[in-house]
Structure formats: C-alpha cells, structure tokens
C-alpha cells in the first residue's frame, strides 16, 4: 500500500476488515467512475473510499469558483489533470454584474503549477484570463493539451499567439463567445511548423482575420484534426480548400457563406462536401443564402447538430436544408426562419430532442417578426422526443403550451422567453400562470426551467408542488408577493440554482430558504425587494454561505440591490472588489 | 391577482416594454426601465420605451454579432445581380440599387449590350423590339421586367436576362415560361 495514503488513514485496518476488496481493485474500480456524481457518493462511503477515491480521480468540476479555494483542492485532490471551472453568476453574460467582480484564474494558476505540474486540460466558463495567465499557461504546464474557454473575459489574440507558441501537444483549442480583445489575426502563425497534433479548433467567434495559408497548411498536418470552426474571415473558396485536406471532420463550423463562386468554385465546393462523411455537427454558415446552401447538403445525411442561429435564413430555405438532415437531434436557429419554418422542422426533424430560437432582433420596440406559439406547437406536433428548448418569441398562449406539453412530456430543459416583459396570454388576458403550471404537471424530468410573461404566485405555487426534479431555475418581472418564492424554496427539493431579477421577493421570501441554501450552489437576487438588512440576517444564521450584496447607484437607502449568495467551505471572498460587500 | 376587467380592455393587451406594475396595480419593485449603464454609457432616451439592462437574456456576443451583421449590411449596400443576353460570351454585373426606376435600369442595360428594349406596356410587354429584359426572381421563375413595383423588383430579383428572338416575344405577351 502506498505510504502516503496509510498515513492519512489511520483507521486502515479496520477499513481493510469492513471492506470486501483489497485496496488496489478499490482503486482499479473507482478509477473507471467518470461521473462526477458518482465520485461523490463513492466518496462518502467511508474513510477508505473517500481516500481512495480522491487519490484516483483525476478530473474535477467546480461549479462556482468560489465554493472552494484551489488550496483545498489540491489537498483534497493530488492527481488532478483535468479542471472545469465556472465563475461568475450567469447573469453576467447579460451585464448584470459590473467588470472587475472577480473570478480570475490566476490565482488558481499559480497553485495549480505547484501542485498539478502535469495538468492537461482547463475548461472555463465565465472566468477572467488575463493574457499573462495564458502565457504562464502555456509556459508553465509542458503536457497541457486542451484549452477551452466559453464566456470568458480579459484577454486578448495575443493570449492565444502565447497558448500557440509554447503548447508543444496542444489537442484542443476552443474559443467561444468571449469579451475579448481582438487584436490580429496572427496568433494562428504561431503554432510551429513541427505542431501536428491539434483535434480541436474554434476560433469562430474571432473577428479578425486570419493568414489563410497558416492555416491551411495547419489543417494539413494535423490529421487528427476533428473538429474546426473558423470566423467569418474565411471565404467560400478557402473553405473548399480546407474540406479537401481535412475531409474526416466530425465537426464543421464554415466561415461566411456568401461570396461570388464561379460554376467551377461551386461544383468543387459541393465534391469538398460530399467527401465529408462523417459530419455530425455544422455551423456558421454566417450571410448564408439559398445561393449556396444547396452545396452542402452531400455532408448533411449524419448530421446530428445544426447550429444556424448565426444564418439569417428565412423559412423555404431552412426547408429546403432540414429535407436532407433525416437523423437531426439539436436545432438551432435565429427567429427569422418564423413559424412557417418551425413548422417545417415538425414535419421533417422526427428525432429532434433540442431546439433553440434566438431573435434577429431582440432589442427591437415593436416585435412583429419572429415565431409565436404556432411554430412551437407545429414543432410539438412533429418532434414528440423533444427534451430541450429555449424560445424566444413575441406572443404566447396557455392554451398553447398546454398542448406542447402534453405532445411532450419528456422536457428536462423548458426555457421560454415572452420578450415583453410581464407579458399575458394575448388571446385570453389572463397570465401565463397555467402554462408553466401544465409544464411542471406534465413534465416529470424537469430539471432546468425560465419562466416569462405576466406571472402572479400561482406559477410558484404550482412550481413547489410539482416540479420535485427542478435543479435550476430563472425568473424575471414575475410573481406578486413573498409567497411565490418561497413555495419554490419549501417544495423543490433538488434545487442548486435560484436566479431572480425584477420580482416582488423580500426579506420574508429570502430568510425562509435559510435552511435551504446550504444545499443549493447559488442564489441570485437583483432589483427585487431584499433589504441589507434581511441580508445580514441570513449572514449572521448562516456563517457557512457567502452572502454578497453589490453595491450600484440604483439602489435605494438600505436596499440590497443585487445579491448572490452560495455555499462555500472557502470563507469570504479575499479578493472582492470594492463594490462587493460581504455579510 | 388579476387587474383586467372582463370586457374588451384594450389596454390589457397593447404591448409595451414597461415593467409590470407601472400600469397595472401590481405590488412590485419601485423603479422604472432603465437605459443601460454599461459599456454604452448613460443615453438618454431618444424613443419613447427605454431599454431595459440585460432583457431579452441573450448574451453580449450574440447581441454584438448581430448589430454588426445589420451595420454591416447596411454599409455595405449594393445589390449585385448577374445579366445575361442571349448569345452574348460572357455575363455581366449590375448594382440594382444605383438605379432609381425602370427607365434608368432600361437605359443601363440598353448601353451595356448595345440594344433597345422597345415600348413597354402592361398589356404587350416591350413592343417594337426583337429583346425583352426579364429577371429570375426568388421562386425561380422567369419575369418580365417592369411589371412590379420598383421596390419589389429589386427585392426579389436575382438575375437578369435579356431574352432575344422568339422567346422574348412570347415573354412579351405575358405567357411564361
């Protein structure tokens, strides 16, 4: 047995005497556990399992970067090469939370090179990197392999030139959505001209240009390569050219799909598509038109992901494409292909299980483009595996959601999104109360639900009662009085995140989930009723929750107007901003 | 809790971007729609309704990918389409949008292939002409040109072409192809 471990568990003996196995197919066995869950219950078996388990696992998630400082991790877990990291409140991504509210990665960093020298693979959501980080990264961390960063922030191209440079058996290189500074196009010169081992490129939310003839000769030596998004910069012509070289990609995102092709161009264009075989995920497809969207539909018949929420495309042209992906599972795509298009996805995407609608305009006063509650009820009627859908549209009925409740009952993710805020039910007047309240009734997998429209507490009321599987949930403009919150607080038992923004909800609905928030990852409250001091309140009973209250010109005397509270074995944030007040 | 009567309440219905609570007698937060105060700085209102921060909930990157497609496109204008005359080698391309009207487009064309296009009328199409210019519009079909509106023409042509012969008087009496 290793020493190591028999001095950190002194009951060993009577560990070896309770259990069956002996310490090595312990360790075999709980090596091959992947789910973070299950490490978990593993973990709290007893001491000999939780000793063995946190010796074998080797890829940790932090759901809120502050729940646990990297000191305690590295203790806790000695073999850890790979890190998910997520950091902000997702309110962030939609401005809520002001820069500078934390969340860097560099602290985690420099222990991280102490302690995890073999580190392979950072995954970050919501995080600050700084360009410096990248370049300790990549020059600190000689094995690290996979990069990806979603919604992060504070860096800039010259951060990526850094990962390129030095990341000698770099596998992956995931670049979305990102605050970034977009400062040139060259970091993709940077990878050596001996670097053949990328699978992973996405830098398609980057806007600068890029050398195309780096990157092709980049694609031409990875022959790995799996999986590459390119940005708009990238053309029609220089897409067939990259197809050519990497034709068993599995995943394709183009560049911009509109530019003058000769016949020449477009029949090599439409050969470079049909020598994809094995294309389950497209997207891109930026300005794409029924021009040229006919090339690929030779690549579309294993295409599982159809990302198009970057395509305008109106509805006769989504038609026209959905006719050639028969084994379609997730959909994405921008309100403009309107309900004549959602009705197209109905009657050709029988296997579908996720579509999301994004709106062309979302900021737009008057909203007469767009789908309604037709589109999503043609998708009901045609697709009755659907199990995920965020939609966002202009008008809704109960009626309506009713019935696509009842076509599907095997929702896990229901995020609607009635863009008028406080909106009801157009047809009757009345709130949306009894269609959230046919979503939770109907709908036993619930986990993840966004309600929108005019809300009273009844919509709670029937959240607590029903929704027993509910693990997230988002409100805005919502509910009447104290009550709503808390029957979500008293009757969902699987609650990890509570987001709030506009709501009625005061001190009374905050201090009766004191009991529950301990068992929640978060809780975020902003423009509601909350006072500093309901808040201290719940500071002051609850030791073990960090309670941050963020101080903004908008609130009034003794508000608290936005507060995030969440568990933590960390203590208090030490690197709060000023702005952020801890309880 | 309802504040809507149960006859035809108009009102009720009038969409607007205010908050709940600020025409309905609903007990809610006390503060009215707000310009956003981030990165674009304090505005004040030019229209009417302000913009509330971070509602619809569609994250920074898309919303700025999608201003700057529309910003884009309207920088960029021209509405390149290929022409085509019977016979001719080769094709040529036109920006529709540097065109006022009928005439103009009549003219342009009538000088970049060296022919006349004739009297145009509803009834016979472009008389007294061996040519009749005709366009491809959206759903594939072949139009005579002139017989929409302007701006409906530049919206849904795709290609022109300029028809000779025996063809092109059977387009001018109105019977497609």
């Known amino acids: ?583 | 809790m309802r504040s809507f009567e149960n006859d035809l309440n108009l009102e009720a219905t009038e969409l607007r971007l205010g908050l709940p609570g600020s025409s309905h007698k609903r007990p809610l937060s006390d503060h009215e729609a707000r310009q956003d105060g981030g990165e674009e700085g304090r505005k004040t209102a030019s229209s009417p309704k302000a913009q509330i921060v971070g509602w619809p909930p569609v994250r920074s990157y898309r919303k700025n990918s999608l201003q700057h497609k529309k910003a884009d496109h309207e920088a960029a204008s021209g509405i390149y389409v290929k022409v085509s005359m019977d016979g001719a080698p080769y094709l040529r391309k036109i920006d529709l949008k540097v065109y006022k009207g009928y005439p103009e487009l009549l003219r342009a064309l009538e000088n970049m292939f060296k022919f006349t296009a004739g009297e145009y009328s509803e009834r016979e199409g472009y008389k007294g002409s061996d040519y009749a210019p005709a366009y491809e519009d959206k759903d594939g079909d072949l139009m005579l040109v002139g017989d929409v509106p302007w701006e409906m023409f530049i919206a849904s042509c795709m290609k022109l072409r300029i028809m000779k012969g025996s063809e092109a008087i059977g387009l001018g009496c109105g019977l497609q192809m």
Not at chain 1, 72 to 88: A, Q, S
Not at chain 1, 169 to 183: A, F, P
Not at chain 1, 349 to 378: K, M, N, W, Y
Not at chain 1, 545 to 560: C, F, I, K
């Open chain 1, 1 to 583: 047995m290793d020493p190591k471990r028999a001095k950190q568990s002194p009951d060993s003996a009577e560990a070896i005497r309770l259990s069956p196995f002996p310490d090595e197919a312990l360790d075999r066995i709980l090596a091959l556990l992947d789910s973070h869950k299950d490490r978990s219950s593993a973990s709290l078996v007893s001491k000999a399992w939780y000793h063995a388990e946190r010796w074998s696992r080797s890829c940790v998630f932090i759901g809120n970067c502050y729940s646990v400082s990297p000191e305690i991790l590295v203790h806790r877990f000695p073999n850890i090469r790979r890190v998910i990291l997520k950091g902000k409140p997702r309110f962030s991504d939609f401005n809520l939370v002001p820069q500078n509210w934390g969340a860097d990665i560099h602290s985690w960093l420099l222990v991280f090179a102490d302690h995890y020298p073999f580190l392979e693979e950072l995954r970050l959501k919501r995080m600050t990197v700084s360009d410096q980080s990248l370049e300790f990264l990549a020059l600190k961390f000689h094995n690290f392999k996979s990069l990806s960063l979603l919604s992060c922030d504070g860096f800039s191209t010259d951060g990526l030139a850094a990962i390129a440079t030095h990341c000698r058996n770099l596998t992956e290189l995931d670049i979305q959505e990102n605050g970034i500074d977009d400062i040139s196009g060259k970091w993709l010169n940077c990878f050596p001209d001996n670097f053949t081992s990328l699978e992973v490129l996405n830098f398609a939310s980057l806007t600068s240009e890029v050398n195309f003839d780096s990157l092709e000769r980049l694609v031409a030596r990875c022959n790995s390569l799996k999986i590459l998004k390119v940005n708009q910069s990238i053309t029609l012509d220089q897409l067939q050219r990259l197809l050519v070289r990497a034709p068993r990609l599995m995943e394709l995102g183009s560049g911009s799909f509109l530019q003058d092709l000769t016949p020449q161009q477009y029949t090599d264009l439409e050969t470079a598509f049909r020598g994809c075989r094995n294309l389950q995920t497209l997207s891109g497809l930026s300005e794409a038109s029924s021009l040229y969207l006919p090339a690929l539909y030779p690549a579309c018949a294993n295409l599982t992901f159809l990302n198009l929420s970057y395509a305008a495309l109106q509805s006769e042209e989504l038609a026209k494409l959905l006719a050639h992906c028969p084994l379609l599972r997730r959909l994405w795509v921008l309100d403009t292909v309107e309900d004549k298009g959602l009705e197209a996805v109905g009657q050709n995407c029988s296997l579908l299980e996720e579509l999301r609608v994004f709106p062309e305009h979302p900021f737009d006063q008057e909203i007469d483009h767009g789908v309604t509650e037709s589109g999503f009820l043609a998708v009901s009627y045609g697709c009755r595996k659907l199990s995920y859908v965020l939609y966002f549209c202009g008008q809704m009925t109960n009626a309506a959601v009713a019935t696509i409740v009842q076509n599907c009952p095997d929702f896990t993710h229901f995020r609607l999104c009635i863009m008028n805020p406080g909106q009801p039910d157009y047809l009757t007047n009345e709130p949306m109360d009894e269609a959230f309240g046919a979503v939770v009734k109907n709908c036993p997998k619930l986990q993840r639900l966004a309600v929108s429209g005019l809300l009273t507490d009844l919509t709670f009321e029937y959240i607590g009662t029903y929704a027993k599987n509910l693990e997230t949930l988002s409100v805005a403009f919502a509910g009447s009085s104290d009550w709503g919150m808390q029957c979500v607080l008293e009757g969902c038992p699987k609650l990890r995140k509570l987001e709030i923004r506009d709501c009625p909800f005061g001190n009374k609905a905050l201090l009766s989930g004191l009991e529950k928030y301990e068992s929640m990852r978060s809780l975020w409250m902003s423009a509601c009723k909350v006072t500093m001091n309901g808040c201290k309140l719940l500071a002051r009973e609850m030791p073990r929750l960090n309670v941050e209250v963020m101080e903004d010109e908008e609130s009034n005397e003794g508000q608290a107007y936005k507060v995030y509270v969440y568990r933590s074995v960390a203590g208090p944030r030490r690197d709060a901003p000023p702005f952020v007040l801890t309880l």
